[in-house]
């Protein structure tokens, strides 16, 4: 019996088998950044160990693995391949999208390898082993920007020397003693690689794998490139990725690879959208960025109050910087709001305090804060020290008597801003001179 058997394997190794194997394209280039997807099925796989070592594998779908590419290869008449006989062999890799680098990167995309043998039998010393399906499946698929791995192996309808086997759906090992050891259902998870067995048989004679299936990756074939950078014209306007406005959302409207939003913005997209012959980075509306620059984010073209060219608080002033009721060129108000004031002193105390305060020896400031003020002048017991038009609004203050003392604030507020001057005061005393003896 070993001898027949043997004869047997090297026959079948020696002679020739009919492979229905549909062509294979031609090569895919992989995904920009090197992201490829691997894929690899075989139906079956003979070790021989003796008389001598072979492997006999006749029926494998894309046998280099990477990159994958579609490619069914097997036998749909009965058939024998070493010690196994079977109705039907099947090997298929399938690729979404076939060409990767032909498409970016989309959820769904994947590599999948499924072989499956329909009414296997094999008939070994010692070991009889039949089954209804053997099948294996191996996939990763882009979920989230990342690859999944997928599939699994699966053994229906087992029997092992005339005993009907259950097989659960996780892995299973069955010694055979002499015979060798059967092992079901395995899983290898490897990084960037699965692969799927549904029967491996190891013997003396020989080592047997029917239905494996193997899917792998280099790289990330599913990593999408930001919209500006994928050469895909994405919002459909006929412009892609450095020619599309869309895409000039850098430093004053410079091209910016890592923009992921191709469509335009009001402030790039060639249309007067507001209708005041203006059009983009020449457009008040758009100038939003800092001091007034040009915004290509800025998706809304209408001009403010303080961007649109007009006097619109009547006040003889037009738009910011020059109409000091705009805080900027975005403020939507051209008016000033209305005026406030306060008057005080550094140090604090002496304006605080007044006349209830310590003495005070020296020169101290008087300082007006507020909003829109327009000017202040200041006195000192009736006598005017000092005019200021703009912020800040501070004077030094020195009496040289002692005695009480009175600063005065006239203040004036911007004319829009609908406020009437006011007269702020705080009274103080100044400290007697030091008197020096001499003798």
Partial sequence: MPLRILNFLAATAAGALL?????????????????????????????TKIPVAQTIEPFVANAPDLPCVPEDAGLIDPSTVGPVTADAFSATTMQKPENLASAPPAEGDNATARATVTNPVITLPGAVISASVLTATASYTCMNGVPVAGGAPQVLNLTVNGTSISVPAGPMTIPLGPAGML?????????????????????????????????????NPCARAPQCSDT????????????????????????????????????TDRADNDGDGKIDEIDPGCLSGPGGTFNPADDDERNTECSDGIDNDKDGNVDFPADRGCTSSTDDSERTPPGTSKLGSDPAGIARLGLRGPCVKGSFAATVTGRSISRVVFSLDGRKLRTVSSAPFRTRVAASSEGRHRVTAKVTFLPDSRTKAKTLSFQFKRCPARVRLTG
């Fill in 19 to 47: 492979v229905l194997t549909l062509a294979t394209p031609a090569t895919a280039a992989p995904r920009a950044g090197g992201g490829d997807f691997s894929c690899k099925a075989s139906a079956i796989r003979v070790v």
């Fill in 183 to 219: 092992m079901l259902n395995q899983t290898v998870q490897e990084p960037n690689r699965i692969t799927t067995r549904a029967l491996v048989l190891t013997t003396p004679i020989a080592d047997i794998i029917i239905a494996e299936a193997t899917a792998d990756f280099i790289g």
């Fill in 232 to 267: 895909v014209d994405n919002d459909g306007d006929g412009l892609i990725d450095p020619n599309d406005p869309g895409c000039l959302s850098g430093p004053g409207g410079t091209f910016d690879p890592l923009d992921d939003d191709e469509r335009d913005t009001e402030c």
